[in-house]
DNA sequence: ATCGTAGTACGATGAATGTCAAACTACGAT
DNA sequence: ATCGTAGTTTGACATTCATCGTACTACGAT
């Protein structure tokens, strides 16, 4: 049986500091770097987290009911996307400059 | 007695994730966006917020911890300022974004 | 029909977080 | 020295959060 239609939020209803505790943990911004990178809908399973399988999915929702991601099943697998068009009406410049931000401390030595 | 000087992360030190976090709370952005608008040294109790002090005072040690503001005590006022030119090298455009993005938030209609 | 892969649902658990009130410290002004 | 204002500290509390394992469903392929 099924939930197989996933609930997103409509654009008026994104929040930005539900867009921002989204973006704000490790695992949940390298999905979302990620996403950007490639540029094009990506399954769960080809982004590996650090993470079981129920905390992954657990961030992938977090991430969709935030408005981040777009998610659609397509048979077994569960294709991701960034809303990017929609964020960047919304908030313009933000998820570039997260984006941009993350690929920089990625590069960053890591002070520890 | 006192702790009369506040510790502030290093420039290399701020974490984008801690950043992120640091923002993505409602209170906590309306005091950078406070900042920023004024652009000025602004004391804590200029920026009311619909919360107590000793919440207050919580939400600015995790501001000052990400990196994100800088304090210093005047008399008996404690002095607030976004560390913006710090932000800014470390991960351009993310600060504005985010700043133009809560005063649209804030223009915006709610849904609710 | 059976199997494997992809992901979900369901608790559970421990840590972090936001919140407050009350008692406190620091400082300037009177 | 006394008072008031500004902010801190402490301890408590309820909530949210990240995390996991296990059992489950959905689907494609064989």
């Known amino acids: 049986m099924s939930t197989r239609i996933l609930e997103h939020p409509d654009v008026e209803e994104i929040r930005l500091e539900a ?3 989204a973006l704000a943990e490790p695992a949940r911004l390298e999905v979302v770097r990620f996403l950007a990178e ?3 809908e990506v399954a769960c399973s080809e982004i ?3 993470v079981s399988k129920s ?3 657990h961030h992938y929702r977090v991430l969709r009911e935030a408005g981040v991601i777009n998610q659609v099943y397509r048979g077994t697998a569960k294709l991701n ?3 990017r068009a929609e964020l960047d009406a919304l908030f313009p410049g933000l998820i570039d400059s997260v984006i941009a931000a993350a690929d920089r ?3 960053r030595p890591r002070p520890s």
């Open 105 to 107: 401390e990625r590069a």
């Open 19 to 21: 867009v921002l505790h």
């Open 38 to 40: 490639v540029g094009r």
């Open 81 to 83: 996307s960034l809303r």
């Open 55 to 57: 905390t992954g999915t």
């Open 48 to 50: 590996d987290l650090a």
